[in-house]
C-alpha cells in the first residue's frame, strides 16, 4: 500500500480496536446475563434502577443515552417479566414512571457476581481500568458537549 495511504490501514484506526472490544465485552457478557434472563441493553436499564429504584422514561434514556423508541420495548420486556413496573408519572402525567418490582430488587443480589465476573476476564490492572475509563467518558463527553 502507498504511503499516502497509511491512515487508510485498518491497525492505525482507533475505531476498529473499540469495536472489537465492544463486541467482545458483550460476548464476555452475554452467559453471565443469560442466567440472569436479561440482555445487556436490559441489564443497563436495572442497573440505573437498581441505583434510583424508580425512574422516569426521560431520565433513563439520559442516563443511558438512549432514544425513547428503543427503550420502550427494553420496558415492556422487562415488565413482563416481572422485574419492573410502569405507570403515569404523578409529577407529569405524560409521562412514564419506572420502579421496581419485588422481583426486580431481588435480581439485583443475583447480579452482584457480574462485575467481578467480568472483571476477571481482563488483564488489566484496576489503574488501568481507570485510565481507559477516563479516556472513553473523555471522548464521551466531547460529542455531548458538541451536540449541545
Do not use: H
Not at 465492544?22 to 436499564?45: A, E
Not at 430488587?105 to 443475583?110: E, R
Not at 488483564?123 to 451536540?147: D, F, S, V
Amino acid at each position: 500500500m502507498n504511503e499516502n495511504y497509511d491512515s487508510l490501514r485498518l491497525k492505525n484506526q482507533l475505531c476498529f480496536p473499540l469495536y472489537a472490544v465492544s463486541n467482545l465485552v458483550l460476548r464476555k457478557y452475554k452467559p453471565l446475563l443469560d442466567k440472569l434472563d436479561l440482555t445487556y441493553t436490559q441489564y443497563l436499564v436495572m442497573m440505573v434502577l437498581w441505583e434510583k429504584e424508580q425512574a422516569s422514561e426521560k431520565v433513563l434514556c439520559e442516563s443511558l443515552d438512549l432514544q425513547s423508541n428503543t427503550l420502550t420495548p427494553l420496558i415492556k420486556k422487562l415488565a413482563d417479566k416481572g422485574y419492573i413496573e410502569k405507570s403515569k408519572d404523578p409529577t407529569d402525567g405524560r409521562a412514564l414512571a419506572i420502579r421496581l418490582t419485588p422481583l426486580g430488587k431481588a435480581l439485583q443480589d443475583k447480579a452482584l457476581c457480574v462485575p467481578e465476573c467480568m472483571a476477571k476476564e481482563f488483564r488489566i490492572t484496576p489503574e488501568e481500568a481507570n485510565t481507559l475509563y477516563r479516556i472513553l467518558y473523555k471522548i464521551l463527553e466531547t460529542e455531548k458537549e458538541r451536540e449541545s
